[in-house]
């Protein structure tokens, strides 16, 4: 409990200091706004509180901030006071230490006494009860630093009690009590508040009035008639009261005269009024005192015990209201909350010890990206990386590395699809697995994968599935079983890439990549490629076909056959998305076995250790670039030759390709056009797949790649150029 400032053995008045009550869903709020709106913004920001006079014996005298903190428009809780604020929350907790407190208090302090001499408190008495709230957040811990001050102006002397407290039910009679209370409720449901903080009283044995500050002049005029703004509640006319309680009136030069206030008040101590008495006699002696020699304050304490409503608590008393003339200077002011050791000092609250693990954890992550929109990248659109569904094909070197650096964005949807298991030479380069993975046959890696996914971070929905994609060149139709399972693969592969955003294809051969190529081009879906050499790495986004809808035919021009990104960047400047290439646009080969009769140095991705670290960071990296750009996957294509433009993205370029040389230390950034004869992305194989489906898929399987040739027209490419060569050949014969 707040310590009471005095002696009760002293005739002087003391008072009892608000507690702060800071809920813990203002400091989730407080985080919230943090993080989306005030960034690194110091600048004071409004908010408000409340206080409640029904506590139980006991509890200090406390001012409450929740979660409608920051909505000024919010409404107080039922029969509580508002309490108007400024918040001040510093970027550093060295910041926090070095606030100047004496200068916050003198500046809130000003306020006060500005609405004071200025008459706006009369109007507005809720300027009277302002309070400090200075604030550190690490956000990164969850510890919050806090210092609560309620500034109050100090009169120049002691404020002399004329006769001390003492309980309402002592000086009035039952009857009396309920009149007031009936005065009250009806003043506040006139003015359409849930409690007054400050009010006028005038009784004598026939009425009680209460009357709203602001009509002072009118009220304690001595006129018997209802004045504006007044709530009068009868008594029965033999009802006598105590001599103390009579109003009198202006008698002449010298006559004893008061007044008697009203004031909410938070504090249940039977000896002490609360702080917000303080302010409210400063404003008394400044603009009052020439007028009444003493002040009757009633300390309205409102409670409702096992049902009934009891003011009995409350507490009355008279004080000697000084006569002073105010200097405009503003009166010195106190107010800085002690900490819980009852020194002047800050408070901390540790919520990560009650928070659950996993939402502090989303919270963590989801601060390492906001940090990088504060400063550095303002205009970054984080919602549309966070959000994104990611299909990872391939869950080896590559999808790994992939994952992390996925994570690493906040991506919260990933699956894993791969048909191996977990050999002792992965996890040394394949960072989700361990040893004990590999033990007992090894555990399937999409499922490992996406279970250490959830390890690492709880916050990600990751999936796993174990199986194989059909491909060209390997047969599926030795028997029905076969047929069937290849059927199912498909119908699986074509469901998950529906319901996803973007598909990585991350795979060990050539021809694994295909279906999914054609599936994800014929559904529109982004598609980024990674693929590993020795020291060589390529990593691209496919070209995402319009739809059809839009009436745009045949996407993929002619042009020759010579792969288009051989003739330099320079020649296929702005080419917009939908008229890139894919991974098979610049082969003149359809895809087949390329494992059959392969050494094991062959058969394996044999490549530099950091290889598929760069590249599947670079793959990453370039998804994110595509989806800040505004036009997403039909972003015109940056170039090497682009380096020294203006970027088109807050992150930079948006590339067709990157190609790495790890030898050299070097990349460069070639466009290459789709392909009219492409064996994955052209029109004929998307037409052809979109009308039959896997019975078209299942020719593709079964036969070698000359049935993709020969759909395409590569077949006939082929006899054209070679019927060239033997032309030019015979030429040379000649000269």
Not at 655 to 673: A, C, E, K, T, Y
């Amino acid at each position: 409990m707040a310590a009471v400032m005095g002696d009760p053995g002293l005739s002087k008045l003391q008072f009892a200091p608000f507690s702060s009550a800071l809920d813990v869903g203002f400091w989730h709020e407080l985080t919230q706004k943090k993080l989306n709106e005030y960034r690194l913004d110091e600048a004071p920001k409004d908010i408000k509180g409340y206080y409640y006079n029904g506590d139980s014996a006991g509890l200090p005298a406390r001012l409450t901030l929740e979660f409608s903190a920051f909505d000024m428009n919010a409404p107080t809780p039922a029969r509580c006071c508002p309490a108007v604020g400024t918040l001040c929350n510093t970027n550093t907790l060295e910041a926090f230490k070095a606030a100047d407190k004496k200068l916050l208090l003198e500046q809130a302090a000003n306020e006060i006494w500005d609405s004071i001499r200025s008459g706006a408190a009369l109007d507005h008495p809720v300027l009277l009860n302002k309070f400090l709230l200075l604030t550190f957040a690490d956000l990164k811990k969850y510890h919050f630093y806090y210092w609560f001050c309620s500034p109050a102006l100090c009169l120049p002397e002691s404020i002399p009690l004329i006769r001390g407290p003492v309980d309402l039910d002592q000086r009035f009679s039952p009857q009396q009590i309920q009149a007031l209370e009936r005065a009250y409720d009806d003043l506040c449901q006139t003015e359409g508040v849930p409690a007054l903080p400050y009010f006028l009283i005038k009784y004598d044995e026939n009425m009680v009035l209460v009357s709203l500050l602001k009509h002072y002049s009118d009220f304690f005029q001595g006129q018997r008639t209802k004045k504006p703004g007044e709530i009068r509640h009868g008594l029965p006319a033999r009802e006598a009261l105590p001599e103390i309680c009579r109003v009198t009136g202006s008698e002449g030069p010298g006559a004893s005269r008061k007044i008697t206030i009203g004031v909410y008040d938070p504090c249940n101590l039977a000896q002490y009024p609360g702080w917000p008495l303080r302010n409210f006699l400063v404003l008394a002696a400044h603009r009052w005192s020439s007028s009444f020699q003493s002040v009757e304050v009633l300390c309205f304490r409102d409670r409702t015990l096992q049902g009934v409503r009891d003011v009995t608590h409350s507490i009355i008393f008279e004080v000697k209201l000084p006569e002073m003339a105010f200097s405009p200077d503003c009166p010195k002011a106190v107010g800085w909350e002690k900490n819980q050791k009852g020194g002047m000092g800050p408070r901390m609250v540790n919520l990560s010890e009650c928070m659950d693990p996993k939402r502090l954890a989303e919270s963590s992550v989801d601060l390492n990206l906001k940090l990088m929109c504060w400063r550095l990248v303002p205009t970054l659109d984080l919602d549309k990386v966070v959000s994104v569904k990611c299909l990872l094909l391939g869950a080896g070197t590559l999808g790994c590395n992939v994952a992390r650096t996925l994570m690493g964005w906040g991506v919260r949807h990933i699956t894993f699809v791969d048909n191996a298991k977990i050999s002792y030479s992965n996890p040394v380069r394949q960072p989700l697995y361990e040893f004990e993975d590999c033990l007992a046959g090894g555990k399937p890696k999409a499922l490992a994968a996406a279970d250490r996914l959830q390890k690492i971070f709880p916050g990600v929905n990751a999936r796993g599935f174990n199986m194989s994609i059909p491909m060209p060149g390997h047969p599926v139709n030795f028997s029905s079983v076969t047929l069937e399972q290849a059927r199912r693969d498909v119908e699986r592969l074509e469901q998950l890439v529906e319901g996803h955003d973007v598909v990585f294809l991350l795979m060990d051969t050539r021809e694994s990549r295909w279906l999914p190529a054609v599936i994800a081009a014929s559904k529109r879906k982004l598609v980024i490629n990674a693929a590993l050499g020795f020291d060589t790495f390529v990593v691209m986004r496919h070209g995402l076909k319009k739809p059809k809808q839009q009436g745009a035919g045949d996407l993929c021009p002619s042009h020759p056959v010579a792969p288009a990104d051989l003739l330099g960047p320079s020649l296929f400047a702005n080419i917009p998305g939908y008229k890139l290439g894919c991974y098979f646009c610049n082969d003149v080969v359809a895809p087949g076995d390329s494992t059959r009769d392969r050494t094991l140095d062959q058969q394996c991705t044999v490549s530099r250790p950091g290889l598929a670290m760069i590249a599947g960071a670079l793959a990453v990296e370039l998804m994110v670039s595509v989806l800040q750009h505004p036009e997403g996957g039909y972003a015109i294509a940056s170039s090497s030759d682009d380096r020294m433009n203006e970027p088109p993205t807050s992150l930079g370029l948006v590339p067709h390709q990157i190609r790495g040389f790890l030898s050299r230390f070097d990349n460069v950034l070639p466009v290459s056009l789709a392909f009219d004869k492409c064996t994955a992305c052209s029109s004929k194989v998307l037409d052809q797949y979109e009308r039959e489906g896997f019975n078209f898929l299942v020719k593709v399987f079964n036969s070698s790649h000359s049935f993709l040739e020969d759909l395409t027209g590569l077949t006939l490419l082929h006899q054209e150029t070679q019927a060239a060569e033997i032309w030019d050949m015979s030429d040379d014969e000649t000269v």
